[in-house]
């Protein structure tokens, strides 16, 4: 099956870290760049971090530049996404998406509050 799974949300209170991972399966994931998206409501879906193919290029939205890290691991077939200093602002549901295969993960809420 031809799919990928977010997984990793949850509450965290401001200032503190979280890491998200989409796993990926029936496709060759490795030639896919992959990104990570966000959305809250009533807003439009927010293309933050991006990582290569290869994994040696990425590149964040100044929004979370500094505090989220993308990496990827082609072993096992999953994007992560390291998540820290994190702020109200940051409260969203979070999409992985390989956009080589047109192919959206189910989302996570990520709720960061006190």
Known sequence: QVQLVDSGGGLVQPGGSLRLSCAA???TFSRSNLHWYRQVPGKERELFAAIS???????????V???????????????????SSLKPEDTAVYYCYAPRFALWGQGTQVTVSS
């Open 25 to 27: 399966s029936g496709f």
């Open 53 to 63: 193919s290869v994994g040696d290029g990425t590149n964040y939205a100044d929004s």
């Open 65 to 83: 530049k500094g505090r989220f890290t993308i990496s990827r691991d082609d072993a096992k077939n999953t994007v992560y996404l390291q998540m």
